[in-house]
């Protein structure tokens, strides 16, 4: 699915923005919640992080999903497949997808 962003480019950038902001947080959260050894909560806040950043990497190229799996999709093909990320990152947001 193509995101539409009717104020320009900019429009997208203050949702890139957005999402790291939200990711930053979820990975404050999970070293947070490691030091308490709530290690199963630190896992689904990690995932969240990478997903946020998955989403906002997606955005730069126009592309915004509605489902995780689609969006874990999308990365693959746009980031993976074509060796911006290796395969070990898609396999580590696989496991973390998992086990959230």
Not at 21 to 49: G, N, P
């Amino acid at each position: 699915m193509i995101a539409q962003c009717p104020e320009g480019r900019s429009c997208c950038l203050k949702e890139v923005e957005s999402l790291i902001s939200r990711a930053r947080k979820y990975i404050k959260s999970a070293a947070m919640l490691i030091a308490e050894e709530d290690y199963e909560s630190s896992v689904s806040r990690s995932y969240y992080a990478m997903f946020y950043c998955i989403e906002a990497l997606l955005l730069t190229k126009g592309l915004s999903f509605s489902s995780h799996k689609g969006v874990i999709s999308a990365f693959g093909q746009h980031f993976v497949k074509t060796g911006i990320f290796d395969k070990e990152m898609s396999r580590e947001v696989n496991r973390a997808f998992e086990k959230r």
